[in-house]
């Protein structure tokens, strides 16, 4: 079956820890999102990428960083710097860029912060 | 990015009713998608848009590109208890800038 995954659904992290979230795609897309959800402010974008070995920043990027070493994956890393980081997490892939906006989701992970 | 002010945030209705929502930016758009997601789960695209004035249908989902180009409603017919999730409108001027999404409409059914 092709589609997208993330792991772990549930994550805990205690105070001061940088946590690494999961995200892997067996669609051949070329553009691989992320993007953190709170209640009552929608998605919002953390960081993008559009080939492999190349991402850019979106609008809440400060206190994450990622990768893209691979097309099928882009790993979100959640560092210590990012002073609120509890929130449900979606990752999000679509068809060779340019070619339609229409986006894939995975089920998403949920972090706590302990 | 873009701002995109989605309305109503939240809306409580009974089995059987209609329901309305929309999102209205401050600048033309050339794309509008509507998403849904259940709950606890990523959301999943219901329809795109892509030109000024466009009626498209998804079942029980009518969505529409509005003339302006700076809105797009979503309209459900019949309601029924699978409706029930939030709903994200996803625009912007695709190929230009990355689109961006609403902040949402919670839809929830009483019993």
């Known amino acids: 079956d092709g589609g997208i995954t993330q792991s772990p659904k549930y994550l805990f992290r205690k105070e001061g820890q940088n946590v690494t979230l999961s995200c892997e795609q067996n669609l051949n897309h070329d553009a691989m999102y992320w993007y953190r959800q709170d209640p009552g402010q929608g998605l919002r974008l953390i960081y993008y990428?559009?080939?492999?070995?190349?991402?850019q920043k979106g609008d809440i990027a400060e206190g994450y960083s990622v990768s893209r070493e691979k097309k099928e994956s882009f790993p979100l890393t959640v560092t210590s710097a990012q002073k609120n980081p509890t929130a449900f997490y979606l990752c999000?892939?679509?068809?060779?860029?340019?070619?339609?906006?229409?986006?894939?989701f995975g089920p998403g992970t949920r972090l706590l912060v302990l | 990015g873009q701002q995109l002010n989605q309305s109503p945030q939240s809306m409580f209705i009974q089995e059987g009713e209609d329901v309305s929502m929309n999102c209205t930016s401050s600048?033309?758009?050339?794309?509008w998608l509507w998403y849904k997601q259940d709950p606890g789960e990523g959301p999943v695209l219901l329809i795109a848009?892509?030109?000024?004035?466009e009626l498209t249908s998804n079942g029980r989902l009518t969505a529409q590109f509005g003339i302006t180009r700076k809105d797009s409603f979503l309209n459900i017919s019949a309601s029924i208890p699978s409706d029930v999730g939030i709903y994200f409108c996803?625009?912007?001027?695709?190929?230009?800038?990355?689109?961006?999404f609403g902040t949402g409409t919670r839809l929830t059914i009483i019993p």
């Open positions: 999000a892939s679509s068809a060779p860029a340019g070619a339609t906006e229409t986006q894939y």
């Open positions: 600048s033309i758009f050339n794309t």
């Open positions: 996803n625009g912007g001027n695709f190929g230009n800038e990355k689109l961006t």
């Open positions: 990428s559009q080939i492999v070995n190349d991402f």
């Open positions: 848009l892509y030109k000024a004035g």
